[in-house]
Structures are given as structure tokens and as C-alpha cells.
């Protein structure tokens, strides 16, 4: 009987030493899990702000204030993103274009028609008459002009407008007395002829005060002022550097050089000049 007690009792022994000794296995995953929790939280439901107590804290990483050269380098990157969005001129196009309205002006041109002429504008002309036959302009006429008219006539070309204190003498041409003109008067004496001239405006003028008719045909091109191949400006002459010209004066258009020009002047100064 005693044997029996002890079988049984070792037994007993035995099977709570196999229990309890998975459940120290599992109390010690879970205090390993809680992160130093007390054992008095593991495997409750308890909560712990958001989260269970049983489970870990989360970490919450502390984001490092940027570099002054990283935020300019995504300062770049945003221009940059910026400029793609807006839209490109077109180089190209632009300057085929004004390529195109250069051209343009270079191709002759040519008209015909009658005028009667009408009452001079301008100032010191009141009791003259004028045919107006290529209008003021800031581009530079250049051309022919073939004519016939009913009277004695003089050829006008304006150069202009000349800057403030330019004028010095030489003729001049204004309606309002504060934008001039330099004045090309050509006197031939003649009711008919054929003209070559250049200038920003092109006219017939009698200092008659009756109006004239004038028949006419012009062929002309306009250029733009671009101080390379069209001039036009006012000066003022110096003496002459030529030996045996020192008592001279001289007013250079176009500085020496190898190759020939070759042209057209339309001029007026304030005395009789030489070419």
C-alpha cells in the first residue's frame, strides 16, 4: 500500500514539474517581449496609451534638422521642375521672323499715280507747295524716281528725326519746331527728270503758292538703320588732315579701307559743299 501512495505522489510530482515548466517558458518569452515591463502587466490586457502593456514601446525616430545645403539643392530641384513647366520661347521662330520682316523691306517696291500737290507744313514753307510721294519713315528709303509735272519743281528728301542740338546751320524742315528734319533741297530747274535718292521721306516742291500736278513712278527698298551698311546722323566737319588741305575743312562719311563702297548719299549742310 505504501508503495502505492509513493507511485502515485512521484507521479503527481513529476507531472506538475512538466506543466509549470513550460509555463516559466512562456513567462519569460513574454518578459523578454515586454521590454521591461513588470511581470504583473505580461499577458494582461491592460492598456498602455495605444498599445496593450504586454506589447513594446514604438520607437519614434527624431527626424534631423536638413542642411542648409540640402534645402538649397531641393530649392534647385523645385526651379528646376518650375522651368519645365513653363513654356519655351521659340528662339527660332523669333528670329526667323524678324529674318522675314528684314527681307521684306528689301524688296523693291514699286508704285506710279498723279498728285496735286497742297500747302507745305512746314514751318517757313506756309506760302510753298508739296507732293508728298514716299511719307516719313524710320526706316531709310532707297530708290529711283522718275517724274513729270506741271511746273518748275524742286526734290526733297528729310533725313530724321535729328537729335536735339544737331541742327547747326544746315537746312532744316519741322511742322512743330521740336522734331527735325535735315533738308535735301535739289534744285534742277526742270519739270521732268529722273532722281536717285535715299532718306526718310520723299517729296516735290514748288515755292510757288498755287498748286502743281506731278505725274510719277518710284521704285524703292526701305533698310533699317543698323550703323553698318545704312547710316544717317548729323556731324560736324573738322580741318582737313591732307597736306596742302589745312586751311580745309573735312566731314568723313565712311573711314578709309581696302574694298570700294559703293551707294547712295542724300546730304544737306550748311554752306556749299564739296563731294
Known amino acids: 500500500m505504501t508503495k502505492t501512495i509513493l507511485a502515485i505522489f512521484t507521479v503527481a510530482v513529476l507531472l506538475t514539474g512538466t506543466i509549470a515548466g513550460p509555463a516559466g517558458f512562456i513567462q519569460s518569452a513574454d518578459a523578454l517581449k515586454s521590454k521591461g515591463n513588470s511581470a504583473s502587466v505580461i499577458n494582461s490586457n491592460k492598456v498602455c496609451g495605444d498599445r496593450l502593456c504586454s506589447e513594446p514601446p514604438t520607437e519614434v525616430k527624431k527626424e534631423e534638422p536638413k542642411k542648409k545645403e540640402e534645402v538649397k539643392q531641393e530649392k534647385k530641384k523645385e526651379t528646376a521642375e518650375k522651368a519645365k513647366d513653363v513654356p519655351k520661347k521659340d528662339m527660332k521662330s523669333e528670329t526667323m521672323e524678324a529674318t522675314k520682316q528684314v527681307a521684306t523691306l528689301k524688296v523693291p517696291k514699286t508704285m506710279s499715280g498723279v498728285l496735286t500737290s497742297e500747302q507745305d507744313p512746314g514751318q517757313g514753307h506756309e506760302n510753298h507747295q508739296l507732293a508728298i510721294i514716299l511719307p516719313p519713315s524710320e526706316n531709310v528709303y532707297k530708290g529711283h524716281l522718275t517724274y513729270t509735272a506741271s511746273e518748275n519743281v524742286q526734290l526733297v528728301a528729310l533725313h530724321g528725326p535729328i537729335k ?13 519746331g521740336k522734331t527735325k528734319f535735315g533738308l535735301t533741297f535739289i534744285d534742277k530747274e526742270t519739270s521732268a527728270g529722273v532722281w536717285q535718292f535715299s532718306g526718310n521721306a520723299i517729296a516735290v516742291h514748288t515755292k510757288n503758292s498755287e498748286p502743281f500736278t506731278i505725274s510719277y513712278s518710284v521704285s524703292y527698298t526701305e533698310h533699317v538703320t543698323d550703323g ?23 566731314a568723313l562719311l565712311l573711314a578709309p579701307r581696302d574694298k570700294a563702297y559703293s551707294g547712295h548719299l542724300t546730304f544737306d549742310a550748311s554752306e556749299p559743299v564739296q563731294i
Open 164 to 176: 536735339k542740338g544737331m541742327d547747326k546751320g544746315q537746312a532744316i524742315w519741322t511742322t512743330d
Open 228 to 250: 553698318e551698311k545704312t547710316f544717317r546722323g548729323t556731324m560736324t566737319s573738322q580741318q582737313d588732315p591732307g597736306v596742302g588741305h589745312e586751311t580745309h575743312q573735312l
